[in-house]
């Protein structure tokens, strides 16, 4: 089966840096994705990392272990708006169709 | 239409009726999926499409069917509601590679009384 996992909840105060983890144990990996989700709305595409090392956007910064079956999701200069859900998801490459699958989510809280 | 639609944005459904949630794309994507979100459980994938005409079972497909009759259109169907259904459900679509990622439509929340 597919095991993928990261932290429920997590508070942070506005202007700080929050790392969000993830660790996954699946059976292929072509690759991972993060996501955003605000609630009552859609997930956003956010971040894909292929191979190790960090990549980074702006505020956000995606990090990838292959070896390690772990990534991180970290936020600096936190704003109100990044209040959230944010999805790690594992894409494989399949014969029968490529699948995406996701951990539960980590709800971000930020406190002015 | 820019992206994915969805319909309806939200539904009460009796337990046992027929119901089918609509999706319908405009960026000519070949492959489409239907996710159920469910608090706490995260996106669990219901079934997907990797092109017109083909379609296959994903992690949770019992009690829901598909057909892909285009490249649009990909629309789910609960052939007899039941409360273990409640959820908010998502269409995504990509280009087959995965590598763009996903877009998501903007979800349908059922509820099955």
């Known amino acids: 089966g597919q095991n993928i996992d990261q932290p429920t909840e997590m508070t942070a105060t506005e202007g700080a840096i929050v790392q969000i983890n993830c660790t996954y144990q699946?059976?292929?990996?072509?690759?991972l994705f993060w996501y955003q989700q605000h609630a009552g709305e859609a997930p956003t595409f956010l971040s894909y990392n292929v191979l190790d090392g960090l990549e980074e956007k702006g505020r956000f910064s995606s990090f990838l272990s292959r070896s390690k079956g772990y990534s991180y999701l970290l936020l600096k200069e936190l704003q109100m708006k990044d209040s959230a859900s944010y999805l790690c998801a594992v894409f494989m490459i399949k014969a029968a169709g490529n699948k995406l699958t996701f951990g539960g989510g980590t709800r971000v809280l930020v406190k002015p | 239409i820019a992206g994915i639609t969805q319909a309806p944005t939200s539904q009460i459904l009796a337990a046992g009726r027929r119901m089918t949630l609509r999706c319908t794309q405009d960026m000519r994507h070949n492959a489409m999926y239907w996710y159920r979100q469910d608090l706490g459980l995260g996106l669990r994938l219901i079934h997907y499409s990797n092109t017109a005409g083909t379609t296959g079972k994903g992690e949770v497909p019992d009690g829901y069917s598909v057909s892909r009759a285009n490249t649009d259109d990909f629309p789910l169907t609960l052939a007899s509601a039941v409360p273990s259904q409640t959820s908010v459900y998502f269409c995504a679509s990509s280009d087959g590679t995965g590598a763009q990622g996903y877009t998501f439509g903007s979800g349908t929340r059922l509820t099955v009384v």
């Open positions: 699946t059976s292929g990996f072509n690759g």
